[in-house]
Protein backbone atom coordinates (compact mmCIF):
# COMPACT_ATOMS: atom_id res chain seq x y z
CA UNK A 1 0.00 0.00 0.00
CA UNK A 2 1.29 3.55 -0.86
CA UNK A 3 1.78 5.47 2.28
CA UNK A 4 2.98 8.87 1.09
CA UNK A 5 1.88 11.57 -1.56
CA UNK A 6 5.49 11.44 -3.18
CA UNK A 7 5.30 7.69 -3.56
CA UNK A 8 1.98 8.04 -5.37
CA UNK A 9 3.47 10.99 -7.72
CA UNK A 10 6.82 9.39 -8.64
CA UNK A 11 4.49 5.89 -8.96
CA UNK A 12 2.18 7.72 -11.52
CA UNK A 13 4.56 9.42 -13.32
CA UNK A 14 6.30 6.03 -13.96
CA UNK A 15 3.06 5.01 -15.61
CA UNK A 16 3.02 8.05 -17.88
CA UNK A 17 6.38 7.05 -19.11
CA UNK A 18 5.74 3.39 -19.52
CA UNK A 19 2.44 4.45 -21.81
CA UNK A 20 4.62 6.45 -23.73
CA UNK A 21 6.93 3.83 -24.05
CA UNK A 22 5.22 1.81 -24.94
CA UNK A 23 2.54 3.46 -27.67
CA UNK A 24 5.49 5.86 -29.12
CA UNK A 25 3.72 8.81 -27.90
CA UNK A 26 6.14 12.04 -27.30
CA UNK A 27 4.28 13.06 -24.52
CA UNK A 28 2.21 12.19 -21.83
CA UNK A 29 0.32 13.47 -18.84
CA UNK A 30 -1.52 12.11 -15.74
CA UNK A 31 -4.90 13.97 -14.80
CA UNK A 32 -5.71 13.47 -11.11
CA UNK A 33 -9.44 14.83 -10.48
CA UNK A 34 -10.64 16.54 -7.11
CA UNK A 35 -12.84 14.14 -5.00
CA UNK A 36 -15.65 16.51 -6.25
CA UNK A 37 -14.39 14.84 -10.22
CA UNK A 38 -15.28 18.71 -11.87
CA UNK A 39 -11.15 20.14 -12.03
CA UNK A 40 -7.66 18.14 -12.16
CA UNK A 41 -6.10 18.64 -9.09
CA UNK A 42 -3.16 17.56 -10.41
CA UNK A 43 -1.46 17.10 -13.28
CA UNK A 44 1.89 15.12 -14.66
CA UNK A 45 3.80 15.33 -17.39
CA UNK A 46 6.07 13.68 -19.10
CA UNK A 47 8.12 14.21 -22.48
CA UNK A 48 9.01 17.91 -21.15
CA UNK A 49 12.24 19.70 -20.50
CA UNK A 50 12.59 22.24 -17.57
CA UNK A 51 13.02 25.01 -19.49
CA UNK A 52 9.62 24.39 -21.37
CA UNK A 53 7.84 23.27 -18.35
CA UNK A 54 8.82 26.77 -16.87
CA UNK A 55 7.74 28.66 -20.08
CA UNK A 56 4.53 26.81 -20.48
CA UNK A 57 3.50 28.13 -16.59
CA UNK A 58 0.17 27.03 -13.97
CA UNK A 59 -1.06 23.26 -15.27
CA UNK A 60 -4.24 23.33 -17.39
CA UNK A 61 -7.43 23.03 -14.89
CA UNK A 62 -9.53 20.95 -17.26
CA UNK A 63 -10.55 22.93 -20.12
CA UNK A 64 -11.01 22.11 -23.36
CA UNK A 65 -10.64 18.69 -24.96
CA UNK A 66 -9.42 18.02 -21.64
CA UNK A 67 -12.41 18.71 -20.14
CA UNK A 68 -14.45 16.82 -22.19
CA UNK A 69 -12.61 13.79 -21.05
CA UNK A 70 -14.00 14.70 -17.51
CA UNK A 71 -17.17 15.22 -18.57
CA UNK A 72 -17.40 12.39 -20.71
CA UNK A 73 -14.89 9.82 -19.27
CA UNK A 74 -14.40 7.82 -22.48
CA UNK A 75 -11.34 7.22 -24.95
CA UNK A 76 -10.72 9.46 -27.26
CA UNK A 77 -8.62 9.12 -30.35
CA UNK A 78 -7.70 12.02 -32.39
CA UNK A 79 -5.29 12.78 -35.30
CA UNK A 80 -5.25 16.14 -34.93
CA UNK A 81 -6.59 17.48 -31.60
CA UNK A 82 -6.37 20.99 -32.93
CA UNK A 83 -9.25 20.13 -35.39
CA UNK A 84 -12.05 18.83 -32.36
CA UNK A 85 -14.51 21.47 -31.71
CA UNK A 86 -13.52 21.08 -28.28
CA UNK A 87 -9.71 22.67 -28.65
CA UNK A 88 -8.99 25.29 -26.44
CA UNK A 89 -5.51 26.20 -27.49
CA UNK A 90 -1.90 26.11 -26.40
CA UNK A 91 -0.82 28.20 -23.92
CA UNK A 92 2.46 30.77 -24.80
CA UNK A 93 5.77 28.34 -24.85
CA UNK A 94 3.69 25.39 -25.26
CA UNK A 95 4.66 23.07 -28.22
CA UNK A 96 2.40 22.22 -30.75
CA UNK A 97 0.35 18.92 -30.53
CA UNK A 98 -1.63 16.60 -33.26
CA UNK A 99 -2.00 13.38 -32.66
CA UNK A 100 -4.04 12.63 -29.15
CA UNK A 101 -5.14 9.96 -27.45
CA UNK A 102 -7.08 10.21 -24.11
CA UNK A 103 -8.43 7.40 -21.60
CA UNK A 104 -9.97 7.76 -17.97
CA UNK A 105 -8.35 6.37 -15.09
CA UNK A 106 -11.14 4.45 -14.04
CA UNK A 107 -11.46 1.44 -11.39
CA UNK A 108 -14.71 -0.26 -10.47
CA UNK A 109 -16.92 2.52 -12.38
CA UNK A 110 -15.20 5.41 -10.14
CA UNK A 111 -13.03 7.55 -12.25
CA UNK A 112 -10.30 9.55 -10.77
CA UNK A 113 -8.41 11.16 -13.61
CA UNK A 114 -7.34 11.00 -17.33
CA UNK A 115 -4.27 9.28 -19.02
CA UNK A 116 -3.30 11.58 -22.19
CA UNK A 117 -0.98 11.07 -24.64
CA UNK A 118 -0.04 12.86 -27.95
CA UNK A 119 2.10 13.02 -31.03
CA UNK A 120 2.51 9.49 -31.90
CA UNK A 121 6.09 9.19 -33.24
CA UNK A 122 6.03 5.83 -35.52
CA UNK A 123 1.99 7.21 -37.24
CA UNK A 124 0.24 9.69 -37.96
CA UNK A 125 -2.14 8.39 -35.66
CA UNK A 126 -3.04 6.37 -32.45
CA UNK A 127 -5.03 2.79 -33.22
CA UNK A 128 -7.04 0.56 -30.86
CA UNK A 129 -3.92 -1.32 -30.08
CA UNK A 130 -2.62 1.34 -28.68
CA UNK A 131 -5.87 2.52 -26.86
CA UNK A 132 -5.94 -0.91 -25.13
CA UNK A 133 -2.41 -0.93 -23.67
CA UNK A 134 -2.82 3.10 -22.69
CA UNK A 135 -6.09 1.85 -20.69
CA UNK A 136 -4.67 -1.11 -18.98
CA UNK A 137 -1.82 1.38 -17.56
CA UNK A 138 -4.74 3.92 -16.36
CA UNK A 139 -6.27 1.40 -14.97
CA UNK A 140 -3.09 0.93 -12.70
CA UNK A 141 -3.29 4.75 -11.91
CA UNK A 142 -6.30 4.60 -11.04
CA UNK A 143 -6.01 1.57 -8.27
CA UNK A 144 -2.45 3.73 -7.01
CA UNK A 145 -4.80 6.54 -6.39
CA UNK A 146 -7.57 4.73 -4.82
CA UNK A 147 -5.57 3.06 -2.68
CA UNK A 148 -3.66 6.08 -1.23
CA UNK A 149 -6.99 7.74 -0.91
CA UNK A 150 -8.65 5.09 1.04
CA UNK A 151 -5.06 4.71 3.12
CA UNK A 152 -5.48 8.68 3.88
CA UNK A 153 -9.49 8.00 5.48
CA UNK A 154 -8.46 4.96 7.30
CA UNK A 155 -5.51 6.78 9.32
CA UNK A 156 -7.69 9.67 9.50
CA UNK A 157 -10.80 7.25 11.32
CA UNK A 158 -8.36 5.36 13.17
CA UNK A 159 -7.00 8.91 14.53
CA UNK A 160 -10.69 10.07 15.33
CA UNK A 161 -11.26 6.59 17.17
CA UNK A 162 -7.91 6.44 19.28
CA UNK A 163 -8.97 10.14 20.21
CA UNK A 164 -12.41 9.24 21.35
CA UNK A 165 -10.85 6.41 23.08
CA UNK A 166 -8.73 8.63 25.19
CA UNK A 167 -10.96 11.13 26.05
CA UNK A 168 -13.01 8.77 27.44
CA UNK A 169 -10.65 7.40 29.39
CA UNK A 170 -9.83 10.58 31.10
CA UNK A 171 -13.25 11.65 31.64
CA UNK A 172 -14.28 8.20 33.20
CA UNK A 173 -11.19 7.09 35.01
CA UNK A 174 -8.88 9.59 35.86
CA UNK A 175 -11.02 12.32 36.07
CA UNK A 176 -13.54 10.58 38.31
CA UNK A 177 -10.42 9.26 40.10
CA UNK A 178 -9.02 12.47 40.91
CA UNK A 179 -12.24 14.48 41.87
CA UNK A 180 -12.83 11.38 44.67
CA UNK A 181 -9.02 11.80 45.96
CA UNK A 182 -9.95 15.34 46.64
CA UNK A 183 -12.97 15.17 48.23
CA UNK A 184 -11.18 12.88 50.51
CA UNK A 185 -8.82 15.12 51.14
CA UNK A 186 -11.37 18.18 51.64
CA UNK A 187 -12.87 15.65 54.42
CA UNK A 188 -9.73 15.31 55.83
CA UNK A 189 -9.09 18.62 55.94
CA UNK A 190 -12.11 19.61 58.32
CA UNK A 191 -10.66 16.99 60.90
CA UNK A 192 -9.10 18.47 63.79
CA UNK A 193 -5.77 19.54 63.60
CA UNK A 194 -2.53 21.25 62.94
CA UNK A 195 -3.78 24.60 60.91
CA UNK A 196 -0.82 23.99 58.80
CA UNK A 197 -1.74 20.46 57.53
CA UNK A 198 -5.57 22.05 56.57
CA UNK A 199 -3.60 24.72 54.89
CA UNK A 200 -1.31 22.37 53.11
CA UNK A 201 -4.43 20.20 52.61
CA UNK A 202 -6.69 22.86 51.12
CA UNK A 203 -3.89 23.87 48.31
CA UNK A 204 -3.61 20.34 47.42
CA UNK A 205 -7.14 20.12 46.39
CA UNK A 206 -6.95 23.87 44.70
CA UNK A 207 -4.55 21.97 42.46
CA UNK A 208 -6.31 18.76 42.18
CA UNK A 209 -9.17 21.10 40.58
CA UNK A 210 -6.99 22.93 38.68
CA UNK A 211 -5.52 19.54 36.95
CA UNK A 212 -9.12 18.55 36.43
CA UNK A 213 -9.83 21.62 34.37
CA UNK A 214 -6.64 21.13 32.37
CA UNK A 215 -7.91 17.52 31.52
CA UNK A 216 -11.13 18.69 30.34
CA UNK A 217 -8.88 21.33 28.29
CA UNK A 218 -7.10 18.70 26.52
CA UNK A 219 -9.95 16.41 26.07
CA UNK A 220 -11.96 19.23 24.29
CA UNK A 221 -8.68 19.37 22.04
CA UNK A 222 -8.51 15.68 21.52
CA UNK A 223 -12.27 15.83 19.87
CA UNK A 224 -11.45 18.98 18.00
CA UNK A 225 -8.11 17.77 16.50
CA UNK A 226 -6.02 20.11 14.30
CA UNK A 227 -8.85 21.20 12.11
CA UNK A 228 -10.91 18.49 13.38
CA UNK A 229 -9.33 16.03 11.12
CA UNK A 230 -5.28 15.89 12.30
CA UNK A 231 -2.26 17.38 10.96
CA UNK A 232 -1.60 15.09 8.16
CA UNK A 233 -4.87 16.24 6.63
CA UNK A 234 -4.26 19.55 7.67
CA UNK A 235 -1.29 19.39 5.76
CA UNK A 236 -2.65 18.10 2.58
CA UNK A 237 -5.38 20.50 2.56
CA UNK A 238 -3.39 23.38 2.60
CA UNK A 239 -1.01 21.81 -0.44
CA UNK A 240 -4.36 21.72 -2.29
CA UNK A 241 -5.29 25.29 -1.59
CA UNK A 242 -1.90 26.20 -2.06
CA UNK A 243 -1.94 24.35 -5.92
CA UNK A 244 -3.41 27.17 -7.90
CA UNK A 245 -1.34 29.71 -6.93
CA UNK A 246 2.22 27.48 -7.36
CA UNK A 247 0.63 26.48 -10.66
CA UNK A 248 1.41 22.31 -9.23
CA UNK A 249 0.50 20.34 -6.55
CA UNK A 250 3.12 20.07 -3.78
CA UNK A 251 4.20 16.50 -3.15
CA UNK A 252 4.06 15.56 -0.10
CA UNK A 253 5.63 13.19 2.56
CA UNK A 254 5.11 12.41 6.16
CA UNK A 255 6.82 10.46 8.32
CA UNK A 256 6.70 9.22 11.70
CA UNK A 257 3.10 10.05 14.25
CA UNK A 258 1.92 13.32 12.79
CA UNK A 259 -1.43 12.93 14.03
CA UNK A 260 -0.84 11.44 17.34
CA UNK A 261 2.25 13.15 18.52
CA UNK A 262 2.27 17.01 17.34
CA UNK A 263 0.30 19.31 19.89
CA UNK A 264 -2.03 21.73 18.98
CA UNK A 265 0.52 24.78 19.73
CA UNK A 266 2.72 23.38 17.72
CA UNK A 267 1.06 22.27 14.67
CA UNK A 268 -0.51 25.63 14.34
CA UNK A 269 2.85 26.97 13.93
CA UNK A 270 4.24 24.34 11.67
CA UNK A 271 1.11 25.16 9.26
CA UNK A 272 1.98 28.93 9.12
CA UNK A 273 5.72 28.05 8.66
CA UNK A 274 3.97 26.02 5.30
CA UNK A 275 1.57 28.57 3.84
CA UNK A 276 4.46 31.07 4.19
CA UNK A 277 7.14 28.58 2.94
CA UNK A 278 4.96 27.65 -0.32
CA UNK A 279 3.78 31.50 -0.89
CA UNK A 280 7.37 32.43 -0.87
CA UNK A 281 7.61 29.79 -3.36
CA UNK A 282 5.04 30.65 -5.35
CA UNK A 283 5.89 34.62 -5.75
CA UNK A 284 10.21 33.78 -6.09
CA UNK A 285 11.19 30.24 -7.55
CA UNK A 286 9.55 29.99 -10.81
CA UNK A 287 9.39 26.35 -10.09
CA UNK A 288 7.47 23.35 -11.70
CA UNK A 289 7.65 20.78 -8.87
CA UNK A 290 7.74 21.47 -5.17
CA UNK A 291 8.34 18.91 -2.17
CA UNK A 292 7.07 18.92 1.24
CA UNK A 293 8.62 16.46 3.62
CA UNK A 294 7.48 16.31 7.32
CA UNK A 295 9.46 14.35 10.15
CA UNK A 296 8.07 13.68 13.45
CA UNK A 297 9.73 12.33 16.30
CA UNK A 298 12.09 13.95 19.22
CA UNK A 299 11.90 17.03 17.01
CA UNK A 300 9.41 18.12 14.19
CA UNK A 301 11.18 18.68 11.04
CA UNK A 302 9.88 20.60 8.07
CA UNK A 303 11.16 20.50 4.52
CA UNK A 304 10.15 22.86 2.07
CA UNK A 305 11.72 22.29 -1.35
CA UNK A 306 11.53 23.52 -5.06
CA UNK A 307 12.95 22.99 -8.53
CA UNK A 308 12.79 26.80 -9.34
CA UNK A 309 15.35 29.61 -9.91
CA UNK A 310 17.39 29.15 -6.41
CA UNK A 311 18.35 31.58 -4.23
CA UNK A 312 21.41 33.01 -2.40
CA UNK A 313 22.21 30.88 0.98
CA UNK A 314 23.56 33.49 2.60
CA UNK A 315 20.36 35.93 1.86
CA UNK A 316 17.37 33.69 4.10
CA UNK A 317 15.77 37.41 4.23
CA UNK A 318 15.90 37.49 0.05
CA UNK A 319 11.85 36.41 0.36
CA UNK A 320 11.52 39.86 2.64
CA UNK A 321 9.40 39.73 6.05
CA UNK A 322 7.85 36.00 5.58
CA UNK A 323 11.30 34.35 5.76
CA UNK A 324 12.42 36.41 8.71
CA UNK A 325 9.13 35.30 10.63
CA UNK A 326 10.07 31.46 9.98
CA UNK A 327 13.36 32.14 11.60
CA UNK A 328 11.58 34.06 14.62
CA UNK A 329 9.40 31.34 14.83
CA UNK A 330 11.97 28.67 15.07
CA UNK A 331 14.33 30.48 17.63
CA UNK A 332 11.22 30.97 19.78
CA UNK A 333 10.53 27.44 20.14
CA UNK A 334 14.31 26.62 20.31
CA UNK A 335 15.05 25.38 16.84
CA UNK A 336 16.44 26.06 13.63
CA UNK A 337 15.88 27.56 10.18
CA UNK A 338 17.64 27.59 7.03
CA UNK A 339 17.39 27.81 3.61
CA UNK A 340 19.89 26.64 0.97
CA UNK A 341 20.27 25.80 -2.29
CA UNK A 342 18.49 22.39 -3.42
CA UNK A 343 20.89 19.99 -4.81
CA UNK A 344 20.13 19.12 -8.76
CA UNK A 345 18.57 22.74 -8.76
CA UNK A 346 15.86 24.73 -6.77
CA UNK A 347 15.76 26.01 -3.30
CA UNK A 348 15.21 24.15 -0.04
CA UNK A 349 14.24 25.64 3.55
CA UNK A 350 14.04 23.54 6.76
CA UNK A 351 12.55 24.38 9.70
CA UNK A 352 13.27 21.97 12.45
CA UNK A 353 11.57 22.50 16.14
CA UNK A 354 11.81 20.33 19.44
CA UNK A 355 8.97 18.44 19.82
CA UNK A 356 7.56 19.04 23.09
Known amino acids: MIEA ?24 ALGVLNEARTAL ?12 ERAIGPRPAGRGVLGLLI ?35 RVRGEVYGNLYLTDKQSADEFDREDEAMAEALALA ?29 LHDRVIQRIFAVGMTLQAASRLPGSPEISERVDKAVDELDN ?21 RHSVLELAREMTPMLGARPEVTFHGPVDSAVSQQLADHLLAV ?50 INLAGRAEKLGGTFEIRPREGGGTRLLWCVPNN
Open 5 to 28: DVDLAVLLRHLVEEACSLVDARYG
Open 41 to 52: EQFLTVGLGEEE
Open 71 to 105: TEPQPLRLADLRTHPDYYGFPAGHPSMTSFLGVPV
Open 141 to 169: AGIAIENTRLHDRVTVLSVLEDRDRIARD
Open 211 to 231: TINEIRTAIFELGDGVGGRGL
Open 274 to 323: LREALTNAAKHARATRFFVTLHVGDEVRLEVADDGTGMAEERPQTGGMGL
